[in-house]
């Protein structure tokens, strides 16, 4: 069974931080690849972080310098830390493997995340 859960979303002025978690099923987290997603009003889903099992992270330009992706393998979990944030940052965020989010797989709810003053 697959299982993808997001929390840690909120409403949060602009210059501040949240942190986000992701639990995955073990099936989903495993060895594989784990990445966060948006998706803003009126865009698509979006590709913003992702980290290996073995470490090697990735950003999109639009978040790489204030947001910071990690996991704790033993939990099958995945957090993003995300600091100066600004509206345009206004999105559901969601977690997932990258092979399973290329290939078409089912997502989570997500976790809305608002910033706003």
Do not use: H
């Amino acid at each position: 069974q697959v299982q993808l859960v997001e929390s840690g979303g909120g409403l949060v002025q602009p210059g501040g931080s949240l942190r986000l978690s992701c639990v995955a099923s073990r099936n989903v987290f495993s060895t594989n690849a784990m990445g966060w997603y948006r998706r803003a009003p009126g865009k698509q889903r979006e590709l913003i972080a992702s980290e290996t099992s073995s470490g090697n992270t990735y950003y999109a330009e639009s978040v790489k310098g204030r947001f910071t992706i990690s996991r704790d393998n033993a939990k099958n979990t995945v957090y993003l830390q995300m600091n100066s944030l600004k509206p345009e940052d206004t999105a559901t965020y969601y977690c997932n493997a990258l092979v399973r989010a290329s290939n078409g797989g089912s997502w989570g709810q997500g976790t809305q995340v608002t910033v706003s003053s």
